[in-house]
Each structure stands twice: as structure tokens, then as C-alpha cells.
């Protein structure tokens, strides 16, 4: 069997043993598989040992597959047409925070309003949604002006919002009563 870090060094793929018969024996550590030994990450993805059933060469590729997905999240907003940095509202029991923001008119942003309580609620701002440009996948989570946050949710709204004063509010019973309101300053 040729070590997959000496084919890598010559620039090519590893073969990987045709029956499992060929594969190594348990206890026999070997290094070749394992993340430094390659010479580069595509060859490390493309790198079939873990069909050998060598769980350590498994558990590596895992862990790098995990890697490349979390340097794809981080790398993907770089590149796609994305709005301005997200407007985080947090909504808990019984606020919104900030009660009050400003948002730029015409600009395309990320309403991002996160529920962290355990009740559900809303956010409710029919004026201000109204006015807004939106596209359709974040129009069809506003309803009625407002936009219903179950208990322990996150909702995401992309909208170019239009010059001008608005307020919100929760229109769950007593909230705004209970301090669920705010005001949104759009320029
Ligand atoms: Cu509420």
C-alpha cells in the first residue's frame, strides 16, 4: 500500500486499498491521514481512508469538513449582495432592545428580531412596514403590519425602509402596557 502523505508529496492522490482485507490492522497507527500530513485541504477532503473504517482518519476529516463549514459562513456574506449589517432587536419579557433605533432611508438592512423569553409576542409596526420595500420571502413574515415572534425564535426581515418617524409595539394582550414599545427614526 502506497502512505497517501508520499503520494500528496508527489502531488497526487492516494489510492486506497480495493478490498478491506488490504486496509491496516487495528492498533497500527498511522499518520498519513491525519490533517497535517496533507498537503493541502482539497486533497484532505478528497481523501477516501475513512472507508476503511480507521476511525481516527474519519474523525479528522470530520473535523476538518467542520472547519471548511464554518470558514464558508464566515467567507459567504463576503460575496453575495448582502443588506448592511443586521439591526439586532432583542425581545424579551417585557422590552425591546433598543426601544428606539435609526435606520437610513433607501438603504437595504437586516431586521433581525430575536425572542430570547420563553412567551411568544410581536412586533408590530404596520406604517413602517407598509412603506417599506421588501422582497417577497421577507413580506410574507409581515402580517397585518406585524410580525409574530414564538417563544425562543429568530426572524429575519430585509426591507429599504421609507424616511420617517414609526412606532412599534407588541400587540400581545397588556405588553405595550408592560413597556413592549419603541420608535424606529428612518433618514
Ligand atoms: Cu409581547
Same mark, same amino acid.
Given at each position: 500500500?502506497? #502512505? *497517501?502523505? !508520499?503520494?500528496? =508529496?508527489?502531488?497526487?492522490?492516494?489510492?486506497?486499498?480495493?478490498?478491506?482485507?488490504? =486496509?491496516?490492522?487495528?492498533?497500527?497507527?498511522?499518520?498519513?491521514?491525519?490533517?497535517?500530513?496533507? #498537503?493541502?485541504? &482539497?486533497?484532505?477532503?478528497? *481523501?477516501? *481512508?475513512?472507508?476503511?473504517?480507521?476511525?481516527? /482518519?474519519?474523525?479528522?476529516?470530520?473535523?476538518?469538513?467542520?472547519? $471548511?463549514?464554518?470558514?464558508?459562513?464566515?467567507? &459567504?456574506?463576503?460575496? /453575495? !449582495?448582502?443588506?448592511?449589517?443586521?439591526?439586532?432587536?432583542?425581545?424579551?419579557? +417585557?422590552? +425591546?432592545?433598543?426601544?428606539?433605533?435609526?435606520?437610513? !432611508?433607501?438603504?437595504?438592512?437586516?431586521?433581525?428580531?430575536?425572542?430570547?423569553?420563553?412567551?411568544?409576542?410581536?412586533?408590530?409596526?404596520?406604517?413602517?412596514?407598509?412603506?417599506?420595500?421588501?422582497?417577497?420571502?421577507? &413580506?410574507?413574515?409581515?402580517?397585518?403590519?406585524?410580525?409574530? $415572534?414564538?417563544?425562543?425564535?429568530?426572524?429575519?426581515?430585509?426591507?429599504?425602509?421609507? &424616511?420617517?418617524?414609526?412606532?412599534?409595539? *407588541?400587540?400581545?394582550? +397588556?405588553?405595550?402596557?408592560?413597556?413592549?414599545?419603541?420608535?424606529?427614526?428612518?433618514?
Amino acid at each position: 500500500m502506497k #502512505s *497517501c502523505l !508520499a503520494a500528496m =508529496a508527489r502531488g497526487g492522490r492516494h489510492v486506497p486499498p480495493k478490498t478491506p482485507s488490504e =486496509a491496516p490492522r487495528s492498533g497500527v497507527r498511522l499518520n498519513q491521514c491525519d490533517i497535517l500530513s496533507h #498537503s493541502n485541504w &482539497a486533497a484532505a477532503i478528497a *481523501c477516501p *481512508c475513512e472507508r476503511w473504517g480507521r476511525k481516527d /482518519a474519519g474523525t479528522s476529516h470530520m473535523r476538518i469538513r467542520i472547519m $471548511l463549514l464554518l470558514l464558508g459562513v464566515i467567507i &459567504a456574506p463576503a460575496d /453575495a !449582495a448582502m443588506p448592511r449589517p443586521a439591526e439586532v432587536i432583542v425581545v424579551s419579557n +417585557f422590552s +425591546f432592545r433598543p426601544s428606539q433605533f435609526e435606520l437610513r !432611508a433607501g438603504e437595504p438592512v437586516l431586521l433581525e428580531l430575536r425572542n430570547e423569553s420563553g412567551s411568544g409576542h410581536s412586533f408590530s409596526a404596520p406604517a413602517f412596514f407598509a412603506s417599506a420595500r421588501m422582497d417577497a420571502r421577507s &413580506a410574507a413574515l409581515v402580517r397585518d403590519g406585524r410580525v409574530e $415572534l414564538p417563544p425562543r425564535s429568530q426572524v429575519g426581515v430585509t426591507l429599504s425602509p421609507t &424616511a420617517g418617524q414609526y412606532r412599534f409595539k *407588541c400587540t400581545h394582550m +397588556f405588553h405595550a402596557m408592560l413597556g413592549m414599545t419603541g420608535t424606529i427614526s428612518v433618514r
